[in-house]
């Protein structure tokens, strides 16, 4: 029948928008794809080997979690960020990871910690770039983790796709964030808490700063 044929080819058009979505996705949280970059959906159905509108379709769903925008006539790009925008996003960065750690300081996980920071002192083993991206991103989640609140992890991680698109704008400051990471680490596994919320606060300002200096 008719009806069925169209639903069939519908969702398989949506499962390959699906896997596209992904693909583009992965590729710009990797910064494969730069901030500010054009993502053109013909070149992209080309080296895929796929139509255009299962393209069009994951990058509009792109759109719609705000890591690319779409400039009318002109295409679709890479989000990027102005001065105020870095700051008002780190702003939001700082607000949740503080108030975790006010007020779940204690349910945060010693043990995964513990294995973050032997991560962190064995640094100059490790790669630059993804490895230490992974681990930022390892030691940031686990205190907003500890809230086990599921709506605050959601609209944490939302901002924190936009947090990793502003990472890839500093460049070679990685050895200065492992330092601040540790003492964050060493400060919360001692029990030190407004230390920690201090170490945490002037890690996030100093970042933010250095996107826009
Ligand atoms: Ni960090």
């Avoid at 009318?72 to 108030?99: A, C, D, T």
């Avoid at 995964?112 to 962190?120: F, G, N, T």
């Avoid at 796709?161 to 050895?175: A, E, M, N, Y």
Wanted: net charge negative; with cysteine.
């Amino acid at each position: 029948m008719a009806g069925e044929k169209v639903t069939a080819t519908k969702l398989v058009r949506e499962s390959i928008a699906e896997q596209v979505y992904a693909i583009i996705k992965e590729e710009i949280l990797c910064a494969r794809r730069k901030p500010g970059e054009q993502i053109n959906p013909r070149e992209l159905a080309g080296e895929l080997g796929l139509s255009v509108m299962p393209i069009r379709d994951a990058l509009k769903q792109l759109v719609g979690e705000g890591l690319v925008v779409r400039k009318p006539w002109v295409g679709f790009f890479v989000r990027s960020f102005s001065n105020q925008e870095v700051r008002e996003i780190m702003e939001v960065h700082k607000l949740y990871e503080l108030y975790c750690l006010e007020e779940y300081f204690d349910k945060i996980d010693r043990e995964k910690l513990l294995a973050c920071l032997e991560r962190c002192r064995k640094r100059n083993t490790l790669t630059e770039g993804e490895e230490f991206e992974r681990l930022d991103d390892n030691i940031h989640s686990l205190i907003a983790q500890a809230s086990e609140n599921v709506f605050l992890i959601r609209s944490y991680n939302n901002i924190k796709d936009l947090i990793v698109l502003i990472r890839h704008l500093i460049h070679g400051q990685t050895h200065k964030a492992n330092e601040e990471h540790i003492a964050l680490l060493e400060a919360i596994l001692e029990g030190d808490k407004e230390r920690a919320k201090e170490i945490l606060r002037d890690h996030i300002d100093r970042v933010a700063r250095s996107v826009y200096s």
